[in-house]
C-alpha cells in the first residue's frame, strides 16, 4: 500500500522517535518537527493512517500510538491524586476519579493490554504490604466497575464518602475489603454501598538512594 509523502513522513518520524526513545511523540511535537501547519492537521494524517492499519491509537493518551514492527516501551498514564492503603481517607465526591490530572507517570507497555483504559493513584499508608504495595508506590489501576474476588480494587464507599484501596471479597450480604496486613482490620460493606473504580494491575517503586 502506498501512502502520500506526508503521511510517510509522520510514520518515519513516529517510528524514529519510538526506537530512541521507547514511546511515541505528541501531536505537537510531530507539527513542529515536521513543519506541518496544524495539530488539526496532524490528527487528520494520523487518522487516515489509523483506518489504512499502518498505526494503531489508543484513546485519551497522548502518546499511545504503536506501529507495526516498532516496540513502544512505554505509555504515559494520568496520575489522578493519592490514595490510603490504610484507613479510608474522605474525598469530596464520585467527580474525584474523573478529575483532569496534572502529572502522568510511564507505565512498561507491556504492563498495559492494549485499549485498557488506565490511571495511576499515589498510595499513603502501609495497610497492603504483604501485598508488595507500600507507602509511596503508584499502582496503575484499569478504570473498570467490576472485578473479581481476591482482586486489589480502589473502591469508593459513598455511605461514608470515603475511598481505599483493598482487596475485594464477596460474603453473604456483604462486601469484605480486605487489607494486606495483620496489624489493619478489614472493612465490611453493604454490596450497594460500594463501587469499584479500578482494579489494580500493576505498581510502580521509586527506591530511595542512598538506603543502607
Known amino acids: 500500500m502506498r501512502i502520500s509523502d506526508t503521511r510517510q513522513r509522520i510514520v518515519e518520524f513516529i517510528r524514529n522517535i519510538v526506537e530512541e526513545k521507547g514511546y511515541a511523540p505528541t501531536m505537537g511535537e510531530t507539527q513542529k ?3 506541518i501547519r496544524s495539530k ?3 490528527e ?4 487516515a493512517l489509523e483506518e489504512e492499519g499502518i498505526i494503531t491509537r489508543e484513546p485519551e493518551v497522548a502518546r499511545g500510538i504503536d506501529i507495526s514492527g ?3 516501551r512505554a505509555r504515559d498514564v494520568r496520575l489522578l491524586g493519592t490514595i490510603a492503603a490504610g ?5 469530596p465526591t464520585e467527580d474525584t476519579w474523573r478529575s483532569v490530572a496534572h502529572e502522568t507517570v510511564e507505565v512498561p507497555a507491556e504492563m498495559l493490554p492494549r485499549q485498557v483504559r488506565a490511571y495511576a493513584l499515589r498510595v499513603r499508608g502501609k495497610s497492603m504490604i504483604d501485598a508488595f504495595v507500600d507507602d509511596g508506590d503508584i499502582v496503575v489501576l484499569e478504570a473498570t466497575r467490576t472485578a473479581e474476588d481476591g482482586e486489589m480494587v480502589a473502591a469508593w464507599l459513598p455511605d461514608r464518602q470515603e475511598a481505599t ?5 464477596r460474603e453473604p450480604g456483604r462486601i469484605r475489603l480486605q487489607p494486606a496486613n495483620r496489624r489493619v482490620r478489614p472493612i465490611y460493606v453493604d454490596p450497594d454501598q460500594i463501587e469499584v473504580q479500578g482494579r489494580v494491575i500493576g505498581v510502580l517503586r521509586r527506591y530511595s538512594q542512598g538506603s543502607p
Request: net charge positive.
Open 44 to 47: 487528520y494524517h494520523l487518522k
Open 87 to 91: 484507613e479510608p481517607i474522605p474525598v
Open 33 to 35: 518537527a515536521l513543519g
Open 40 to 42: 488539526s492537521l496532524v
Open 70 to 72: 516498532v516496540g513502544k
Open 165 to 169: 484501596l483493598k482487596k475485594l471479597y
